[in-house]
């Protein structure tokens, strides 16, 4: 039997990422454009099963626990015309952290942090920011999480644990999986021939 299929859906904006902050683990909400990002790729996957010819209510519903991907979960869910809050939440996709620079921006960090930020981007994949956990320390739980799926799976989580899917399944090395653009708004197919972008 083949690898099942991961349906990936990035939480939608907050405001946060307009302000170009790391969030890593603080819990920010959805903002209007983020709950209308969510409930389009509701759509999108509606779309897809269509013309697949899936049930939706046939596929397991998997959250990070942080705020933000919840809600976008269940306004997808919504979209789908599933119970909202019929999901499961799992711990091992929330999103990297960032330690003590989360809810930085980043000219703060250049500012607090400059010497350790060059560090960074020498090795995005292996650097641990202050009291944070590395790209390969992601990775390593993303992955365990992942030998856990035996059936087709939504997901609403984060950019960071989508690189590390990505880099656990070999379909990027680690060292460029930190570099890959994981949008909003948008479902990503993981499938056994590769990922496939929808949006």
Request: hydrophobic share 40%; charged share 25%; proline share 5%.
């Amino acid at each position: 039997m083949g690898r099942p299929v991961i349906y990936y859906v990035r939480h939608g904006l907050t405001d946060w990422n307009v302000e170009q902050r790391l969030q890593g683990r603080c819990d920010t909400p959805l903002n209007e454009e983020g709950r209308r990002q969510a409930a389009r790729c509701g759509k999108i996957l509606r779309g897809l099963f269509e013309r697949d010819g899936r049930l939706a209510a046939n596929l397991a519903y998997v959250s990070s626990p942080l705020l933000r991907a919840r809600a976008t979960m269940q306004l997808m869910r919504s979209e789908l015309g599933l119970d909202p809050g019929d999901y499961h939440i799992e711990g091992r996709l929330a999103e990297l952290s960032f330690g003590e620079w989360d809810g930085l921006t980043y000219a703060q960090i250049v500012t607090r942090d400059k010497d350790v930020l060059a560090a960074r981007e020498a090795d995005k994949w292996g650097f641990v920011p202050p009291a944070g956990e590395s790209y390969a320390d992601l990775a390593r739980r993303v992955g365990a999480w992942c030998s856990t799926v035996h059936e087709d799976t939504v997901v609403a989580a984060h950019g960071g644990t989508a690189r590390a899917l990505l880099a656990h399944l070999s379909i990027v090395p680690p060292q460029e999986a930190p570099h890959y653009p994981i949008d909003q708004g948008v479902v990503y197919v993981f499938a056994a021939d590769g990922i496939a972008r929808h949006g």
